[in-house]
């Protein structure tokens, strides 16, 4: 709940005030009309039961006597204002006898209804409503002795009795609406008179709130000679005195946290300051200035002689001359020297001052500040011994290091790079795109790779470049992206070799290899030719035999040169002399095998699986040997008399480089009774040698027909193309 204004006290109070003073004189005047009402219906009631007496006595003998005319009479003088009341005589039945407003005499009497009956002496008074309007009737008894004849009725007029009210009324009204009027204007004069009184005060309150809020410049308007002026006049004074103080204690408060921070800067930038009295030669060190030659501050008293004693005596002499330099005027004093601290050890000090003149241009006071640049002038010193080992290790590189602008211009190149461009100079390529000096075929790639350096994607490339002498030479560059220290590429750095002679040294392997490709294609061509001449000879000399066991075995062995034959002939006309197809060779020695057998071919269904096998001549010879007897065999002997089957060679070579050939049949089979590795058969003791030769291992398997396999290692571990 806010507090009343005292604008709104005064102002309540003094309308209170008005309003209880009306109300007490509206409430006197309004008991006071409303007594006159009462004292007017009192005389009326009076006045009515002393005429209805009168009448009583007087009607009596009248009533008696039945004299109408009389009665009648006598009612109309006392009802000469019938306006206001009307007189009635009535005997005991509430029959007319006579009556001020005329009635027919014998009528019975019907007032209204009555809602209040009061005794009086001698008589009745009847309070009644009529129309909504209250009247009075005096009922008064005509007696003969202790006999009641009738009555005499005197009621007042309604009509005129309501004007009568009313008009004591309408005065009752008037007079509030003037005490109501006085109000209003009692409360118009209490808002002046408050206004007046609290306007002043409520200036001072506000003043009083601003300045609260540090409006320390705010003043009172108010220009008077009353109490409230001389309180606006002292209230200005005491603000002017607030501000102030105001003021003095913030700018104490400003100097004592400058000399906090100024402190706290100090200590963390190591930097302290000193003032010299050279007339006294008193000298005056801060807090850290102290710390900074490793005492704690007050512990010792300084002076000159104790900054020249801890200076390196490798440096008073600069010392003195920049300070004598300074006193003159000179030079301003600014210079670096060492110094040992309390402790021994040494540090570096940046020192700068500045010569205070008095008003005859003497010296008489020196100023300045010393910071401790060790750690600065060692982690100076350590960059710039990096800097000159980097640049050492550059400039003796034997191969070429590089920098490169976005646009390919150089922005550094060693000297091995200088050379290898038959450059005399840095200023020769530096600022010029280097890509002039790629020939045409190679510029554009190595453009490319600058590009990507700067999306920061490393590479390679290797190019043919003209010196600016015209000597022509093979390079090989690595390139990759250099960034700042905010991470971003500003240039590619590329080390560069030259590699002419392993280019050369290439050409000539190429073209000895070419050399011995075409020496080993003409060895294994006259190979083979020699081996078909054995082959042919052998043919020739079984045709003189007569023997059919004896030109078989002469047939065996001309099928076995020419599968050896068969190798050579393969190598000669394949690109790789190194190593053989053995599916394309399979697929032909398996062919001269049947051509041989041309019975057989019908019979017999041949099936090859040797997805991708490539074996060296040292290999290929041995399995070729071993397929040419396992097929010759299983022909002979396991589809004996015309007998159908199927007969697979497969190959295959795992990914641990261990090769695996099978030859399968499902012939006949193998006797169970022949042990394969102890036979008389030259053909099976041909195919174990054959196997030890391989280094592998040869297994048989019985059952539907025969199958051999034979696993061994292939060249180097790998046996696929």
Known sequence: MHPLSIKTKIRAVTTLSIFLVAALLGGVYVYDETGRIREFEQRILNDSVRSAATISYTIMPSLIEKDFVRMSNLVSYYSMRSD??????????????????GDEIGASFEPPAVFETEKIRGGVVRKYLRAGDKSIEVSYPVKAGDLVLGSVRIGVNTDWLRNETGKIRSTI???????????????????????????????????????????????????????????????????????????????????????????????????????????????????????IYGYEPGEIVPDYGLVVEAMHPATREEFFRAIYAALRGERPYEMDYVFFRKDGSEAILHAIGRVLYDENGAPWRMVGTVQDITTQRRAEEAIKESENLLQTIIDTEPECVKLLSLDGKLIHMNPAGLA?????????????????????????????????????????????????????????????????????????????????????????????????????????????????VVASLLDLQSQTIEDEQTRLLFGESQKRIEAISLIHEKLYRSKNLARIDFKEYVDDLTANVFALHADAKEEIRLETDIPGVALDVVKAIPCGLIVNELVTNAIRHAFADGRRGTLSVRMHSASDGIVTLSVRDDGVGFPADMDFKNTKSLGMQLVNLLVDQLGGAIELQRGTGTAFTITFQGENGNGRM
């Not at 206001?84 to 407003?101: E, F, K, P, Q």
């Not at 200036?203 to 410049?217: Q, T, V, W």
């Open 173 to 291: 009204l008037i007079s509030l609406a003037a005490a109501f009027a006085i109000v209003s204007l009692g409360i118009l004069i209490a808002s002046a008179i408050a206004r007046r009184i609290s306007e002043p005060i409520l200036l001072l309150k506000e003043a009083a709130e601003r300045i609260g809020r540090g409006d320390y410049d705010h003043r009172v308007d108010i220009k008077s000679n009353d109490e409230i002026g001389v309180l606006a006049e002292a209230f200005n004074r005491m603000a002017g005195d607030l501000r102030d103080s105001r003021t003095n204690l913030v700018e104490k408060e400003a100097l004592r946290t400058s000399e906090a921070r100024l402190k706290e800067a100090q200590q963390i930038a190591r930097i302290g300051h000193w003032e010299w009295d050279i007339v006294t030669n008193k000298v005056d060190w801060s807090d850290e200035l102290y710390r």
């Open 84 to 101: 206001r009341l009307y007189v009635a005589i009535v005997d005991n039945d509430n029959r007319i006898m006579a009556h001020s407003a």
């Open 420 to 532: 290898m461009v038959e450059a005399d100079a840095l200023d020769q390529l530096k600022g010029h795109p280097v890509a002039g000096l790629v020939l045409p075929e190679y510029r554009q790639a190595f453009k490319s790779l600058i590009e990507k350096n700067f999306e920061g994607v490393s590479g390679e490339l290797e190019f043919e470049v003209v010196g600016l002498k015209g000597k022509c030479l093979w390079l090989e560059t690595h390139a990759v992206p250099l960034r700042n220290a905010k991470g971003e590429i500003f240039a590619s750095l590329g080390i560069t070799r030259d590699i002419t002679e392993r280019k050369r040294a290439e050409e000539r392997i190429l073209s000895a290899l070419a050399e011995k490709e075409i020496l080993l294609k003409e060895i294994h061509h006259r190979v083979k030719n020699n081996l078909q």
